[in-house]
């Protein structure tokens, strides 16, 4: 794989060259904030230093460039990123307004900010709490843009940088800053501010290079050479080294096209090649005689119908690749959620052995702070917030194992005795974020006591998956309805997959499990999912039912070969 990824890093420039990419001539001017660590900052020497600076050196050294690393204001930056002083941004969040103005790469860490306030200042959840008090804010910043959209711009405080925003609030400047907590902690801890988090995680924004629109050729060398950090491990190196268990990488399915970098690089030859191709391809056809033009018309046909397929499968490609990488992802979030797992009990322990000293205070002094909010409230919230915390972990140490399950390969599948409705449960926990997003009203009835069918798990858990994704696709709005439930009927296992969604034309109902056929394809769908559902349903020995109006709905119907149980 690692020699793979350095054979394609050789070959891109030729590809962009062949396409008319420029060639740049000088060094790269990268730019970043002077005041956010540890992502970016200005040492104790005024030198770069910080997880974005070392990830800029990585892909400059692996991809042959020569770079120069300017850190400033983030406004100045920001403007002199769209007047073509800088070449890019080595570290920008995501958002659609800026999606407009610049191009990223794909993102190499997600950010998370906070809401922070002096000790003593009532607490707030959400940013929608905010409206009316004056606030601090990093001019320019994500943040900026988020609350401006919301009409806080003339009670915004801003500043130069998510340090000055503290520094301000800390000197009695606005009621709140609303900056990224790992930058906010840092600033915090190394200062002495006397300020709190009191709410967190209340926007989460990817985080990656940015470039001009119109600069293709660097943004796909800043994706190279982000991906060959990420698969020869260097880039985990530096991540370790500045960010840690600090800011764990979330997992979810929006999270894990993070690594569509590892795709996009064969992508572009794939592409390239075809072009190259179907010119040589071209150049033949036109040294034909006219005796030939019948040959030449076919050949041509099934030239496009090639090209058209190729596209396909480099999709499915990466939707392949993208499971591969479940299992390391899980391993790295097996591993800070064991230490939840296993300090969580010993944390409810130590709230309950302090609690007879905290009620005698209480009934002594009256009520008092704890943890920036009053006792008489987290007196009854601790210990139900304890317990959803270390039910919380459990669950994502099942989601996990789960995802392990699903994406674990085999070459060839065993069938084995399964239990039907387990194998449903596990599927349904695989999509549970979807379920929630797409609808209010989600219902599923296990029959309990179904026999066994012979199969292979991971398989029929891909079929679920698939069936339960398009039916939560298939959703206006979420007050519509999905229907999962299991039963036998006349010797066969039978799931059925309900959905009130937009439903699906008749002549469109024959073609729902044919290859690459799909009406999702400007949202990215690949027309692959049914038929390789299809597939291995057949290879089960089972059945794949569709019954579907426009504007009704739509019910599937899986049926599996119930095992005979042995004569006793």
């Not at 426009?550 to 599996?560: F, I, K």
Request: hydrophobic share 45%; proline share 5%; aromatic share 6%.
């Amino acid at each position: 794989m690692h020699r793979l990824v350095l054979a394609l890093a050789l070959l891109l420039p030729a590809v962009a060259a062949a396409a008319g990419g420029p060639v740049r001539r000088g060094p790269v001017v990268v730019g970043g904030n002077r005041d956010y660590p540890p992502y970016e900052f200005l040492d104790a020497a005024g030198k770069p230093a910080g997880y974005n600076v070392d990830l800029t050196l990585a892909i400059a050294e692996v991809m042959g460039m020569e770079v120069e690393i300017r850190l400033g204001s983030w406004a100045e930056l920001r403007g002199a990123l769209q007047e073509g002083r800088v070449d890019a941004l080595q570290g920008m969040s995501h958002s659609e307004e800026r999606s407009g103005q610049v191009a990223f790469a794909p993102p190499h860490a997600i950010v998370n900010h906070a809401i922070f306030a002096r000790r003593g200042t009532p607490p707030v959840a959400t940013l929608e709490a905010l409206r009316g008090q004056k606030v601090v804010v990093h001019r320019a910043g994500i943040m900026d843009d988020q609350l401006s959209r919301m009409g806080y711009g003339d009670d915004l405080l801003r500043t130069q940088s998510p340090g000055d925003a503290l520094r301000r609030l800390a000197a009695g400047e606005g009621s709140y800053a609303v900056v990224a907590l790992l930058p906010g902690t840092t600033v915090i801890r190394e200062e002495k501010l006397d300020l709190v988090p009191v709410a967190r995680d209340v926007a989460s924004h990817r985080y990656g290079f940015a470039v001009r629109r119109d600069d293709a050729v660097l943004l796909s060398r800043l994706t190279e050479g982000l991906a060959i950090l990420k698969a020869t491990g260097r880039y985990d190196d530096i991540y370790q080294k500045w960010l840690g268990v600090l800011e764990p990488r979330p997992v979810s399915w929006s999270t894990f096209l993070k690594y569509g970098a590892v795709i996009f690089v064969p992508l572009l030859v794939v592409l390239g090649g075809t072009v190259l191709w179907s010119r040589s391809l071209q150049r033949e056809v036109a040294q034909r005689t006219a005796s030939l033009a019948r040959e030449v018309a076919e050949r041509q046909r099934a030239v496009e119908e090639l090209r058209l397929n190729q596209a396909q499968l480099v999709q499915a490609d990466k939707m392949a690749a993208l499971g591969v990488l479940v299992s390391g992802v899980a391993h790295e979030i097996n591993n800070p959620n064991g230490f939840i797992l296993l300090n969580m009990p010993v944390l409810k322990d130590v709230y309950l052995d302090a609690l007879e000293h905290l009620e005698e205070r209480y009934r002594e002094k009256g009520d008092f702070m704890l943890g920036g909010l009053r006792y008489s409230e987290m007196r009854r919230e601790i210990p139900a917030m304890l317990d959803e915390m270390l039910e919380g972990a459990r669950r994502i140490k099942r989601i996990v194992e789960d995802l392990k399950d699903f994406a674990r390969p085999e070459d060839a599948p065993r069938h084995e005795p399964l239990d039907f409705d387990a194998v449903v449960q596990a599927a349904l926990r695989l999509v549970d974020n979807s379920i929630k997003k797409a609808t209010r009203h989600f219902s599923c009835a296990c029959d309990g006591r179904l026999p066994r069918v012979r199969g292979n798990a991971q398989r029929i858990e891909q079929v679920i998956v698939n069936l339960v994704i398009n039916a939560c696709q298939a959703l206006p709005d979420p007050s519509r309805a999905i229907r999962v439930a299991t039963r036998t009927e006349g010797g066969k296992v039978i799931l059925e997959v309900a959905d009130e969604g937009v439903g699906i034309p008749p002549e469109n109902l024959p073609r729902l499990t044919d290859p690459f056929f799909t009406t999702k394809r400007d949202s990215g769908g690949t027309g692959l999912g049914l038929s390789v559902s299809s597939g291995i349903v057949l290879e089960h020995g089972g059945t794949l039912e569709f019954r579907s109006a426009p504007g009704a709905g739509t019910t599937v119907r899986l049926a599996l070969p119930a095992m005979q149980e042995a004569a006793t």
